[in-house]
Antibody
Framework: EVQLLESGGGLVQPGGSLRLSCAASGFTFSDHYMDWVRQAPGKGLEWVGRSRNKANSYTTEYAASVKGRFTISRDDSNNSVYLQMDSLKTEDTAVYYC????????????WGQGTLVTVSS | DIVMTQSPLSLPVTPGEPASISCRSSQSLLHSDGYIRLDWYLQKPGQSPQLLIYLGSNRASGVPDRFSGSASGTGFTLKISRVEAEDVGVYYCMQVLQTPRTFGQGTQVEIK
């Protein structure tokens, strides 16, 4: 059974940093692209960024709203993808989901349960 | 960025009746391979989003056949042939042609 489990959320002050983790199980993690999607309280979904697999050189992509502040990395040996969030702003407050991407068919087939990040003084 | 616009934003529905949600993209979502790069997701209350439709009209595994997706130019439609109580939640269209991937605002479907 495919499972994605996010962790690391919490309360952080503006300008601070936080690192989210997404632990994957039930599939060959190294084969897959992994994305982060967020949802501000009571709002819609916003794509944050992507980590491609080894076959695609582990390249990453980011939304303009987080580029230069957020960094996605992965550890295939630990079946995990990470979201390092620096210079956090109040508008980064959201539930952060990791999601597995299916290449060529182009969709998210599995999502984690999400972890809440609150940026507030 | 490709802008996705959904309508309506709120949709009261009657069980057993059909329902339809529209989504429009600011530019074509037609890939060079001939397939439309448009997905539909449903976020049920308190849950993570789940895939309903991919490539514009393909039902995901396990999705009831009362759900269907169609496309015409830059307009896309999600139809529910007969709404059931378990279909309540927020429906999102998402373009997956270009980076950044972008979602529609969401359509809240609720039972009348």
């Amino acid at each position: 059974e495919v499972q994605l489990l996010e962790s690391g959320g919490g309360l952080v002050q503006p300008g601070g940093s936080l690192r989210l983790s997404c632990a994957a199980s039930g599939f060959t993690f190294s084969d897959h692209y992994m994305d982060w999607v967020r949802q501000a309280p009571g709002k819609g979904l916003e794509w944050v960024g992507r980590s491609r697999n080894k076959a695609n050189s582990y390249t990453t992509e980011y939304a303009a709203s987080v580029k230069g502040r957020f960094t996605i990395s992965r550890d295939d040996s630990n079946n995990s993808v990470y979201l390092q969030m620096d210079s956090l702003k109040t508008e980064d407050t959201a539930v952060y989901y990791c999601a597995r991407w299916v290449v060529r068919a182009d969709y998210f087939d599995y999502w984690g349960q999400g972890t809440l990040v609150t940026v507030s003084s | 960025d490709i802008v996705m616009t959904q309508s309506p934003l709120s949709l009261p529905v009657t069980p057993g009746e059909p329902a339809s949600i529209s989504c429009r993209s600011s530019q074509s979502l037609l890939h060079s391979d001939g397939y439309i790069r448009l997905d539909w997701y449903l976020q049920k209350p308190g849950q993570s989003p789940q895939l309903l439709i991919y490539l514009g009209s393909n039902r995901a595994s396990g999705v009831p056949d009362r759900f269907s997706g169609s496309a015409s130019g830059t307009g896309f439609t999600l139809k529910i042939s007969r709404v059931e109580a378990e279909d309540v939640g927020v429906y999102y269209c998402m373009q997956v042609l270009q980076t950044p991937r972008t979602f529609g605002q969401g359509t809240q479907v609720e039972i009348k």
